[in-house]
């Protein structure tokens, strides 16, 4: 690959290029709603928040300096990241919070690149991330969930037209920004009804002797305040 070739690359990556208008951006937030909204839906979109949600736990345990072992993902949209280390101190904290916070601080920060015109550079980060992650995955499903995960954001950002790429770039961001509200809220609900005992705010309850409900609090406000705030760089508000 020559150099005129290379600074092509780079130039199309993360050159700034124009967002669609502001009723496509509505328009992608509704779809992206219906995605998450229905029970019927929301029974396949989820597996698209298990992904981030496995990812974000697999990525602290490999910046707390954790070892990772490996990353399941389930049909019934559940999901496992194993790591070893010290079974406490901070880097097990961060490891234990970040599955909840993941979808909805990634749909921030993705927001966040979309505000700036870094259209392209969101949906090869994302390619990027998504190569990484099935490095660690361990059983098949996972593997198929990724793989299709990862060629849909290659296809889209090499194959199609800018705007395409920034229809889907902003319906992918609002999906994490909703799509992150909700699993907390379904965490509630079975706690309430007795169910996920061993969930992740029960394990952060171990870790900290912060209760279980306090930590579960604490991700319904990120995850709510990343909608927010990433709803109005999308919205240009």
């Not at 072992?69 to 234990?96: E, F, N, Q």
């Not at 209760?211 to 709803?231: D, K, Q, R």
Request: overall charge positive; proline content about 4%.
């Amino acid at each position: 690959m020559d150099t005129h070739h290379l600074t092509d690359v780079w130039d199309r990556v993360f050159s700034a290029q124009p967002g669609p208008a502001l009723w496509l951006v509505i328009a992608t937030g509704v779809l992206a709603l219906g995605a998450v909204v229905p029970r019927t839906a929301w029974r396949l979109s989820r597996n698209a928040v298990t992904i981030a949600h496995e990812g974000g736990h697999g990525l602290l345990a490999l910046l707390t300096g954790r070892r990772l072992d490996g990353i399941r993902l389930h049909s019934d949209t559940s999901g496992l990241t194993v790591s070893r280390g010290k079974p406490h101190g901070i880097g097990m904290i961060l490891t234990a919070a970040a599955g909840y916070l993941a979808p909805s601080l990634l749909g921030l920060a993705g927001a966040a690149l979309l505000a700036a015109g870094h259209i392209t550079a969101l949906l090869w980060g994302a390619t990027a991330l998504l190569l990484a992650m099935l490095v660690m995955i361990r059983n098949a499903y996972g593997v198929l969930t990724v793989v299709l995960a990862g060629g849909t954001f290659l296809l889209v950002s090499w194959l199609t037209a800018p705007a395409v790429q920034a229809v889907f770039g902003y319906a992918v961001v609002w999906f994490l920004l909703l799509g992150g509200v909700r699993p907390p809220f379904e965490l509630h609900g079975k706690r309430r009804r007795g169910g996920a005992v061993d969930s992740d705010p029960d394990q952060l309850a171990r870790l900290t002797h912060v209760p279980a409900a306090v930590w579960l609090g604490f991700f319904h406000v990120v995850t709510v305040c990343s909608l927010m705030g990433g709803g109005r760089w999308l919205l240009g508000i």
